[in-house]
């Protein structure tokens, strides 16, 4: 027959032997207790007393150190790690309401009398018509320059008394007549910062402000000015910037 455990603690306890239970404490900052079994008049109490730490000590937001010492992840994943992992956010609040916290500080509030709408929109096909307003200004088309950064424009070949059109609709806004430079010249201003220029040429047939369309005859080819031969030299300026005429005309 077994002894009981009870029968020889009893038998233990008259012979003078302490057998008080073995317990520790395993709850951060509670003071551990034990006891070793011995006899009442050897008997040893140790003691270990362990301070608690004050949790005005602990940051809630991490210093430079810290941060630069994680080094997987960003710097704003390294920063809300930390804040994530804070032993006093999780101690006060909990790990999973530290994780609400921080969550909730980007989700916007919206006010309890705010109204959203629907947007509701009907839709419906668009027919796109495409019309060419754009022409040489010349019948036949020969270029004999073309544009570059010495050369702000393209020279039309032809000879003199060739009819020169406006390559599109708009108002005559300069006109000038001079022996150098681009000679007899006119500038159409078509609107939306686009202007085009006719040079060189032999008779003008427009004023200032008159109103000109493709149809409008706007003077003769000529070779006035500094011109090698009869020809046109056209500029197109957008913005008050040559650009190339070629990017900007299509065939009549």
């Known amino acids: 027959m ?13 012979a003078g032997f302490f057998v008080r239970t073995y317990a520790l404490s395993v709850i951060q900052g509670e003071m551990v207790k034990f006891s070793i079994n011995l006899p009442t008049k050897y ?3 140790l003691q270990i007393v362990k301070k608690r730490r004050n949790l005005d000590d602990i940051p809630l937001t991490p210093s430079l150190g810290k941060i630069l010492r994680i ?12 804040i994530f992992e804070n ?10 309401l530290a994780a609400l916290l921080i969550a909730n500080s980007f989700i916007p509030h919206s006010s309890p009398n705010a109204y959203e709408f629907e947007a509701n929109t009907i839709s ?35 000879v003199t008394g ?29 609107g939306n910062e686009i202007k085009s220029l006719y040079a060189h040429l032999y008779k003008i047939h427009v004023e200032k402000g008159y109103e000109v369309t493709k149809e409008t005859r706007l003077g003769e080819m000529g070779a006035t000015g500094r011109a090698r031969g009869d020809h046109l030299h056209l500029e197109i300026y957008e913005n008050g910037k040559t650009i190339n005429p070629l990017l900007f005309l299509t065939s009549k």
Do not use: W
């Open 2 to 14: 077994g002894v009981s455990q009870d029968k020889i603690a009893k038998s233990r306890e008259k």
């Open 43 to 45: 008997r040893l109490h």
């Open 71 to 82: 080094r997987n992840g960003s710097k704003i994943s390294r920063y809300f790690r930390h």
């Open 87 to 96: 032993s006093k956010i999780k101690r006060l609040l909990g790990a999973n």
């Open 124 to 158: 419906a096909p668009i027919v796109l018509e495409t019309k060419s307003g754009i022409q040489f200004p010349v019948a036949n088309i020969k270029i004999t320059q073309g544009y570059n950064f010495f050369h702000p424009g393209i020279d039309l070949d032809g």
């Open 162 to 190: 060739d009819d020169i059109r406006s390559i599109s609709a708009g108002y005559v806004e300069k006109i000038e007549y001079s022996k150098f430079g681009y000679g007899n010249s006119i500038l159409i201003n078509h």
